[in-house]
Every structure is written in structure tokens, then in C-alpha cells.
């Protein structure tokens, strides 16, 4: 068996709607906001081995230099969007810093009761 065979591929289903909810308009609107939306679908893609969760490791939570490096966002709109993204409740910092897509979760259990 090849190494490719043993991978596990997962997909992201939007929403048709996606790019016309309130919350995605309203940061697609901002300046930068188009820069925002696709971070936002990097974490989201970043989360689904992870049901949801962002952690670099067990014993080491993404910083925001990281989640810069690795989505190759400017450290300013990393800052500035985590925080727009928790009030908005699209991203939540639990208290051991893992950060908590819950629409990445909720796409997972979407798609369980499908298959």
C-alpha cells in the first residue's frame, strides 16, 4: 500500500450561501475584508482533521506568529481578525488557547450523518 493510500482526504462543503451570510458580507466589506474571508477558510481547512480544534500540537496552541506563518497572513490582519472573528462567534479561544471553529465541527457532524 502506498503512502498516498494511507492518507485520509477530507472536503470542506460551504453552504451555497456562504459568501451571502450577514457575517461573511459584512467582513468581506471591510478594508481587507476579502484578506479575512480567506484566512477564515484556511483555519477552517486547518481544523477539519481536528473535529473543529486548532492546536499546533498537545502541548503547544498556534500563536498568532504561527497561524501567520502557516496561512502566509500578514501578523497585523492575524491580530485584528481573531478578535473580530471571536466577538462574531465565529472563532472561540478555549481557556488552554486552543482555538474553536464551531462551523468546522458542525460540517463534520453534517456530513457523519450523511455517509
Excluded: C
Amino acid at each position: 500500500m502506498s503512502s498516498r493510500d494511507k492518507e485520509r482526504y477530507y472536503w470542506l462543503k460551504l453552504d451555497r450561501y456562504f459568501f451571502k451570510r450577514h457575517d461573511t458580507r459584512i467582513i468581506e466589506n471591510m478594508p481587507g475584508g476579502k484578506e479575512y474571508v480567506l484566512f477564515y477558510l484556511k483555519l477552517m481547512t486547518e481544523a477539519i482533521d481536528h473535529e473543529g480544534a486548532l492546536r499546533f500540537s498537545e502541548t503547544l496552541p498556534y500563536t498568532e506568529a504561527m497561524l501567520s506563518s502557516v496561512t502566509g497572513t500578514k501578523i497585523d490582519v492575524v491580530r485584528s481578525v481573531l478578535m473580530l472573528f471571536t466577538e462574531l462567534g465565529l472563532v472561540e479561544i478555549k481557556e488552554d488557547q486552543t482555538l474553536y471553529l464551531r462551523e468546522v465541527a458542525k460540517l463534520l457532524e453534517d456530513r457523519k450523518s450523511v455517509v
